[in-house]
C-alpha cells in the first residue's frame, strides 16, 4: 500500500503549491464557499468541473516536480485505502455541512502527518477553496495530465470479441506509427459491432466496424434505390416526344 504509515513528521506548507492554486481563484466555474457544492454523482460528467479540477491537477503536477508519479500514488492510495473503506470520514471531508476548519482539523490531524508535504498542502488548497467534492475528478485529470506530459494518450478500442496481448500490440505498433504520442490501449466488447474496431482518441472516433460499413452499404443501397425510384417518376411524368 503506497499510503505512508509514519507520523513522525509534520508537513511543510512553503512548497509552492499553495501560491500556483492561487491562480486557479479567476478560473470561471471557481465557486465561492457560499455557493452550493455539486453532487458528488453529477462531477465526474460537470464539463465545468472537469475545466476546474483541470487547473487544481495541473498545479499539483508542478509542485510535485519530479516526484509526480510518487504524488499521484500517494492520491490513489488515499481514495482507494482511505477514503473508499470509509464513507463517513469521506463524506465529513466532502460534505457542504461541515465548514473549512472544521474539514482543515480533519485533515491536520488525520491526514498531513502520513502524507507528503505537497499532498497534504494540496488538500488545504481544495479544502479553502471548497473544493473538496472535486477529489476524484481532480485525480483522474491528474493522471491524464501526467500522461501527456510524458507524451502518453489513452486510447479505447471496442472490437466485437475480446482481443490478445498479441493483438492488442499490433494494434499499438499501427497507432504509434500514425500519431506523435504513445498509445496507452483501453479496451472494451461490443458483440453488435460484428467486426473491425472503433477507435477514440479524446473527442475523435475513427470507426472501422464491420456493422458500420454494413450501415454505410444499407445507406448506399437506400439511396440507390430512391434515386432509381425518382428516376422512373420522371421518365413517366415526362415520356419522350411528349
Not at 513522525?8 to 499553495?18: A, K, S
Not at 502520513?114 to 494540496?122: G, L, Y
Not at 471496442?158 to 506523435?180: H, K, M, V, W, Y
Request: charged share 25%; glycine share 6%.
Amino acid at each position: 500500500m503506497l499510503w505512508r504509515k509514519s507520523r513522525n513528521r509534520r508537513p511543510d506548507r512553503d512548497d509552492g503549491l499553495r501560491l500556483n492554486f492561487n491562480s486557479a481563484q479567476g478560473v470561471p466555474g471557481m465557486a465561492s464557499q457560499d455557493q452550493q457544492q455539486t453532487p458528488e454523482s453529477d462531477v465526474l460528467n460537470d464539463p465545468s468541473a472537469v475545466a476546474v479540477a483541470r487547473v487544481y491537477a495541473n498545479a499539483l503536477l508542478d509542485a510535485a516536480a519530479g516526484a509526480a508519479d510518487a504524488v499521484l500514488g500517494e492520491f490513489a492510495s488515499f481514495l482507494a485505502d482511505v477514503l473508499a473503506p470509509n464513507p463517513k470520514f469521506r463524506a465529513l471531508l466532502v460534505s457542504g455541512a461541515t465548514n473549512a476548519d472544521e474539514k482543515l482539523g480533519l485533515i491536520e490531524r488525520a491526514i498531513a502527518s502520513v502524507c507528503s508535504p505537497q499532498f497534504a498542502n494540496f488538500l488545504r488548497t481544495l479544502t479553502e477553496h471548497d473544493r473538496m467534492e472535486l477529489l476524484d475528478t481532480v485525480f483522474q485529470q491528474a493522471q491524464l495530465l501526467s500522461e501527456e506530459r510524458a507524451g502518453r494518450k489513452r486510447v479505447q478500442v471496442t472490437t466485437a470479441a475480446g482481443l490478445s496481448d498479441n493483438e492488442i500490440g499490433r494494434i499499438r505498433t499501427q497507432l504509434d506509427a500514425c500519431f506523435p504520442f504513445e498509445s496507452i490501449i483501453e479496451t472494451d466488447v461490443d458483440p453488435a459491432l460484428i467486426g473491425g474496431l472503433v477507435v477514440q482518441i479524446e473527442n475523435t472516433v475513427y470507426d472501422s466496424s464491420l456493422r458500420t460499413r454494413l450501415d454505410q452499404l444499407r445507406d448506399r443501397m437506400r439511396e440507390r434505390s430512391l434515386h432509381e425510384i425518382q428516376s422512373g417518376r420522371d421518365r413517366f411524368s415526362h415520356p419522350e416526344g411528349d
